[in-house]
């Protein structure tokens, strides 16, 4: 994932899942209660014809496939009416209408959560999630937006704790789980190898999101993050991240015709908060022309880098550079003026100073420059 955790940006539609917890806190899995429904229906059928013993036996078969099913019990509390069965009745019927109090309580819980995640009110948010998993215990989606919202709040563990509930529940969001996991795993932990392995259970559960490929495009060797960013950039193309980043690794590939191109593209895709500003994107690509022995170009880059931020002093002291080894003295000398005068402290550019003042003559003005640089922490 990129370095800001995107809060909507994952958020899905929560929906029933197969699974249930014991007093809210501690997951365990359910039978299969899909086959719960089965024996609903079979109970209806012999409702119908009057066979209530063997509807009676059905709906208790239900309800142990799923302890939690409202229709299994009101529907039990009809069967043991029709065979006279008062008390057993009601107690079907009033647990019945508790599990449907149970669940609108915890509907209503989970859409406060919702909505205070959505505000960024994580605090809260959590605060509700809390009181809902009891009540609803089979929306195990819960379980990620909880985990993310502790995530937020800097309770890593508890945030792990309720990703590995979403893992183990198979919570239809638990991509998200074992994404998030990764990285807890690879900036917390330091566990690498652990990291990888959940990005590719996420990406196997889910193919078709960039995140997943450039998370792990992070943690692989050269080939196999090209490959993985090149997935990113098919999935995402607006995505300008994805640029910058495969940019970056053709460059350490040394395929710099490609890497220029990437960088292009990101610039083209004008981002906003993202990994590099423009300026920085231009003075990138700057550099890169310039190691090509293309200075015409890179002075062409740096003079746009200039254009966009005309108050980076890098930007401004990187065009001297260029323009020093193009032989503009003068212009190079007022770049670097600049610079300084931007930021007095700025080493780099008092150093390239002293050195183009001595190219041209200034001996004793270009050593005083040099040995201010070196004051200010500049290493040759």
Do not use: W
């Not at 490959?227 to 053709?250: F, G, H, I, M, T």
């Not at 080493?347 to 201010?372: F, N, S």
């Amino acid at each position: 994932m990129k370095l800001n955790f995107i809060t909507n940006l994952f958020k899905k539609k929560l929906v029933e899942d197969t699974h249930k917890t014991t007093n809210g806190t501690e997951p365990i899995r359910t039978l299969q209660k899909g086959h719960s429904k089965d024996f609903i229906e079979s109970g209806k059928l012999n409702m119908n014809k009057k066979k209530y013993n063997d509807a009676l036996d059905d709906f208790t078969t239900a309800i142990e496939l799923d302890p939690e099913s409202i229709t299994a019990y009101l529907e039990r509390s009809q069967a043991k009416k029709q065979l006279n069965d008062k008390i057993g009745a009601d107690k079907d019927m009033a647990k019945g209408r508790r599990l449907l109090e149970n669940l609108d309580n915890g509907l209503k819980a989970n859409d406060d959560g919702n909505i205070a995640y959505d505000e960024g009110d994580y605090k809260n948010a959590i605060k509700f999630y809390n009181k809902a998993i009891p009540l609803i215990p089979t929306i195990t989606t819960i379980y990620y937006y909880r985990g993310y919202s502790k995530q937020c709040l800097g309770d890593y563990e508890g945030a792990l704790e309720d990703y590995n509930y979403s893992i183990d529940l198979c919570a239809s969001n638990r991509d998200l789980s074992y994404y998030l996991r990764s990285k807890i795993k690879s900036r917390k932990h330091n566990d690498k190898t652990g990291a990888l392995q959940d990005l590719n259970k996420a990406i196997e559960l889910n193919p078709d999101d960039s995140d997943y490929y450039y998370s792990r495009a992070i943690l692989v060797d050269d080939y196999d993050a090209l490959q993985d960013l090149n997935k990113a950039v098919e999935l995402s193309p607006n995505d300008a991240d994805n640029y910058v980043a495969r940019s970056l690794r053709k460059k350490a590939m040394e395929d710099l015709e490609s890497s220029i191109s990437d960088l292009t593209k990101y610039i083209e895709l004008n981002p906003k908060n993202s990994l590099l500003t423009v300026c920085e994107a231009y003075t990138l690509r700057a550099g890169m022309r310039m190691f090509q022995n293309n200075l015409e170009a890179s002075l062409l880059d740096h003079n746009k880098a200039v254009e966009v931020d005309s108050l980076s002093e890098k930007a401004i002291s990187d065009r001297g550079i260029v323009k020093d080894l193009l032989k503009d003295y003068e212009g190079a000398i007022s770049d670097f003026d600049k610079a300084i005068k931007l930021n007095p402290k700025y080493a780099d550019a008092y150093y390239h100073r002293g050195i183009v003042k001595q190219t041209i003559g200034l001996e004793d003005e270009g050593l005083v420059d040099i040995i201010h640089a070196k004051s200010l922490g500049f290493v040759e």
